[in-house]
């Protein structure tokens, strides 16, 4: 029979927050309360930031109403930090565990996270410290291992998705080329997402550059003149992390900052979007190019989520209580799709060190042969992800009002013909001499 602990809860926050993190947060409290194996449930605020200090809150008292609000609220209700622990940090934590005798520990965060995740679990093996020790995916680059995706990409995608349509009939309007720099460091699946936005042959984006495939300023300018050249006009979607031939990102170049795990900071500026904008002024004759970075935007934004990014959340956040108090495990809640034309997905237990650290890239079958564009293979995995996008209507063109004399008829012009030879004039008619009338008799008296 499985060996179940008896114990205190502590589930926290870590690295970028997304609009849904906050589901698989209330999923896993709500759960908790329904085992009694499970005592008290804290929340540390910050991350390991708040277990290191004991800054820390007790979620079992949270009314479920509030729980229900909190779940629907963007960003991390308990805030959230980028730090990797340090052999001294992990016997910190201990203690502090000890003293408040947690026994669950979920971390919510992408694959840093559930690096970190890893390292408390292993040093609890090492201290002998019974600790059940789960990571609950969340990351809107979709670059986890393991999984074919995780809690934040669809939501973010779907933001992505709606940004573009928006940008493109803005671009519609005022033509010219604009270029739009979309988070992903290794992976350019939310960069990608950027095509569900098209609706009609012409709609933008008509260019899209991901980290997967080496980027050539000579040949973007290229390819942004030959749309140009075509529509008038050009929409372009840009991972931050699209690199050179040698490997290294183009906006690395521009920031020496470095995170608590040594990747460089390439969100928080737009210097990527300003040089693309800056070359293709110097190297073209395009009049006119602008370049908006979305930043932070896409992460957070409230009021657009995907239904279907909500609920996985939430069942995430479910699933691993449920696991964590099935026996004597550890691990990270994977979501992996089911086979068929019809979505669905299931939920399995991963090992820390699968997920921890390492990330994946789009598959080669999701990128068009011409390096800028995705296929439609693309387009059906990420489509019941992200949901419907608002519909938008378009001018038909078929009603036409013609220019001012432009249905008017011109007169016909007149028919040459032969010129006539005056004609003779006749001779008067001579006049017959009048004869003389007799006078008339007088009548006899």
């Known amino acids: 029979m499985p ?24 999923g896993a409290v709500l759960e908790a309360k329904k085992h009694p194996c499970i005592k008290r449930i804290f929340g540390a605020l910050h991350g390991i930031e708040g277990i290191l200090n004991d800054n820390l809150v007790d979620l079992g008292r949270e009314s479920p109403a509030n729980l229900e609000r909190i779940a629907r609220t963007p960003s991390s209700a308990l805030g959230s930090v980028r730090h990797k622990p340090t052999p001294e940090d992990c016997e910190a934590i201990f203690d502090m565990l000890r003293k408040r005798d947690v026994r669950f520990f979920f971390y919510i965060g992408g694959n840093d996270s559930a690096e970190t995740t890893h ?65 992903g460091r290794n992976a350019g699946f939310l960069t990608a997402a950027s095509a569900l936005a098209r609706v009609r042959p012409d709609d933008g984006p008509h260019l899209i ?30 991972s931050e992390g699209i690199v050179n031939a040698g490997g290294i990102p183009i906006a690395a170049a521009y920031t020496k900052e470095v995170d608590s795990h040594g990747n460089a900071q390439l969100s928080g500026t737009g210097a990527l979007g300003d040089f693309l904008a800056g070359f293709l ?37 479910r699933t691993a209580v449920r696991m964590a108090v099935s026996g004597d495990v550890d691990g990270s809640v994977a979501i992996r799709r089911l ?27 999701f990128i068009a042969k011409n390096g800028h564009d995705v296929t439609k293979a693309f387009i059906d995995y990420a489509r019941p992800l992200v949901g419907d996008l608002p519909e938008v209507g378009f001018v038909s063109g078929n009603y ?10 011109k007169p ?23 004869k003389k009338v007799a006078p008339a008799k007088k009548a006899a008296k």
Do not use: W
């Not at 114990?7 to 926050?13: D, R, S, T």
């Open 209 to 238: 550059y991901l980290p997967e495939r080496a980027f050539d300023p000579e040949r973007f300018a290229k390819d942004v003149q030959a749309v140009v050249k075509k529509l008038g006009r050009c929409v372009v979607a840009v």
């Open 412 to 434: 016909a012009k007149a028919k040459k013909t032969a010129k006539k030879a005056p004609a003779k004039k006749a001779a008067p008619a001579k006049k017959a001499p009048a």
């Open 400 to 409: 036409r009002v013609p220019k001012t004399g432009e249905g008017a008829k």
């Open 3 to 26: 060996k179940t602990f008896t114990g205190n809860m502590l589930i926290a926050q870590s690295g970028g927050p997304t609009v849904v993190i906050n589901q698989s947060l209330v």
């Open 119 to 183: 390292i408390i679990n292993e040093a609890a093996k090492a201290e002998n410290y019974e600790l059940h020790c789960f990571h609950l995916p969340k990351t809107v680059d979709n670059d986890l291992l393991e999984n074919d995706h995780p809690p934040g990409f669809g939501s973010a995608a779907k933001f992505v998705a709606q940004a573009f349509r928006g940008d493109d009939l803005d671009n519609r309007a005022l033509m010219g080329v604009k270029i739009d720099v979309v988070m």
């Open 339 to 365: 086979p068929g034309r019809k979505y669905a997905v299931r939920y399995d237990r991963v090992l820390l060190r699968q997920v921890a650290k390492n990330t994946r890239h789009m598959p080669d079958e």
């Open 281 to 317: 002024k110097r190297t073209t004759n395009i009049s006119r190019v602008r370049a908006d970075t979305f930043g932070y935007l896409q992460r957070s934004f409230p009021g657009v989520f995907s239904e279907t990014d909500a609920a996985e959340a939430r069942e995430s956040g």
